[in-house]
């Protein structure tokens, strides 16, 4: 095909003339102004414009004067270009009932008009050698899938430096609950020999959420060096002060770990099947949520804390 660029369009309905010419009709909304890659100098869009105008008025003297639609109101019911016309009136032109086209006469009419008034822009092609035939080329049904865009990194502000943050908003570096049962394991398989300072250090990182304090530092206080750790018989002893504990379970489930959610607990301790007795309203509750809930009285987080501490669903 040699249209004019403004001619191709997958809206387009190309019929043919009474000679061996080929016309497309293009909706005027699908008409794409002349160098949309502004490649051109204004004087030269402009005449580029003017030439264009000039064109689309002498396609559309031939097209009034050429175009003829020759199908019976007996044929229509079963002619493949009548339907392609009707087709494309029904979606493109703004008709009422009584003009539905229903022979060729009343096609020809219809989009004589929709020419003369500015609805469809012909473009002729001169030179056509196709056959002789109403064409509409459809647009693909399926697009390739779009490659998924790639999150954006969230960091948030810990000690002065900034740490990404997963889906949750969790730091990823470091979990909201780790097991001390498993933070000890990972400390003395990685420790080396007899580095129990290094294990001990672990656990209570574990235990605290942050930094290390407290005994593993008092280990190494005193060290001549700086890095140098004291051995176990230069440790001094240190005393022994029992915490009061009141409030029985309640106050066991929810001591060094009251800002850690049930459901992490949960995944991290229990079976699967003590989710079938455990209230679900308080998955997404802290330990001290639940706690101050149950001195108040409520007894499905009575049921919770005891099911947190309940060995039948201990793993």
């Known amino acids: 095909m040699s249209f004019p660029e403004w001619g191709n ?16 009709l293009v909706p005027v909304r699908d008409v794409q102004d002349v160098d949309r890659g502004l490649t051109l100098s204004y004087e030269e869009r402009q005449e580029a414009r003017r030439e ?13 004067r050429l175009f003829r639609v020759s199908i019976g109101r007996r044929d229509a019911r079963t002619c493949r270009d009548f339907a ?42 001169r030179a056509w050698r196709g056959g002789r035939q109403v064409i509409r080329f459809y647009a693909p049904q399926s697009w390739p899938k779009r490659a998924p865009e790639p999150k954006p990194t969230v960091y948030g ?5 900034f740490v990404p943050l997963d889906d949750n908003g969790y730091f990823i570096d470091h979990t909201p609950y780790v097991p001390v049962v498993a933070s000890l394991k990972n400390a003395t398989r ?14 209570m990182g574990a235990l605290r959420g942050g930094r290390t304090l407290g005994m593993a530092d008092s280990l190494t206080h005193g060290a001549s060096t700086p890095g140098e750790s004291m051995s176990f018989g230069d440790a001094h002893p240190f005393e022994y002060h029992p915490d009061p504990i009141s409030g029985g379970v309640f106050d066991l489930a929810a001591n060094d770990r009251g800002g850690i959610y ?10 699967g099947s003590v989710l079938r007795e455990f209230p679900s309203q308080y998955l997404n509750s802290t330990l001290n949520e639940i706690q101050g809930d149950a001195q108040s009285g409520m007894k499905d987080a009575r049921k919770a804390l005891k099911l947190l501490n309940d060995n039948r669903f201990k793993k």
Request: charged share 25%; net charge negative.
């Open 9 to 24: 369009s997958y809206n387009a309905l190309y019929v043919p003339l009474t000679n061996d010419w080929q016309c497309s």
């Open 52 to 64: 264009r105008q000039k064109q689309i008025e002498q396609d559309r003297r031939d097209f009034a």
């Open 84 to 125: 392609a016309y009707a087709a494309f009136i029904g979606e493109h032109l703004r008709i009422s009932g009584w003009d539905t086209p229903v022979d060729g006469e009343s096609v020809t009419r219809i989009l004589h008009n929709a020419v003369r008034d500015g609805w469809l822009v012909p473009a002729i092609d």
């Open 157 to 161: 502000v810990r000690n002065g430096e």
């Open 190 to 203: 990685s420790s080396s020999g007899t580095d129990w300072p290094h294990a001990v250090e672990e656990v």
């Open 262 to 271: 049930a459901c992490d607990i949960l995944s991290a301790e229990c079976k």
